[in-house]
């Protein structure tokens, strides 16, 4: 049986790194991803960017406010669908 990893990443106004961390997720050899985006009330261009990753089976989606953050982590923990839940910060760049 293979397990999921649910790989959480919150992010503001993260335009310039976005991408960049999404795609080191989604490289990883490990195929069984659940992956939370959580938006923190961007107002940069950082919404569009996440947008093309949607489709992305296994990417979800989930639209923050900058008080509830942490609130928003731990409620999407509660839902996560892996038996491993990580956190990425928006700078990462996660090696395969």
């Given at each position: 049986?293979?397990?999921i990893v649910s790989v959480i990443i919150p992010?503001?106004?993260a335009q310039?790194?976005?991408e960049r961390c999404i795609t080191?997720?989604?490289q990883q050899s490990y195929r069984q991803l659940d992956i939370i985006l959580i938006n923190d009330?961007?107002?940069d261009n950082s919404e569009n960017i996440y947008?093309?990753?949607l489709n992305?089976?296994?990417i979800n989606n989930i639209k923050g406010r900058i008080y509830r953050v942490l609130e928003t982590i731990i409620e999407r923990i509660k839902e996560a669908a892996g038996i491993l839940i990580?956190?990425?910060d928006i700078g990462a760049n996660i090696k395969k």
């Amino acid at each position: 049986m293979t397990h999921i990893v649910s790989v959480i990443i919150p992010f503001f106004n993260a335009q310039k790194t976005l991408e960049r961390c999404i795609t080191s997720v989604i490289q990883q050899s490990y195929r069984q991803l659940d992956i939370i985006l959580i938006n923190d009330g961007s107002t940069d261009n950082s919404e569009n960017i996440y947008k093309d990753y949607l489709n992305i089976k296994g990417i979800n989606n989930i639209k923050g406010r900058i008080y509830r953050v942490l609130e928003t982590i731990i409620e999407r923990i509660k839902e996560a669908a892996g038996i491993l839940i990580i956190t990425a910060d928006i700078g990462a760049n996660i090696k395969k």
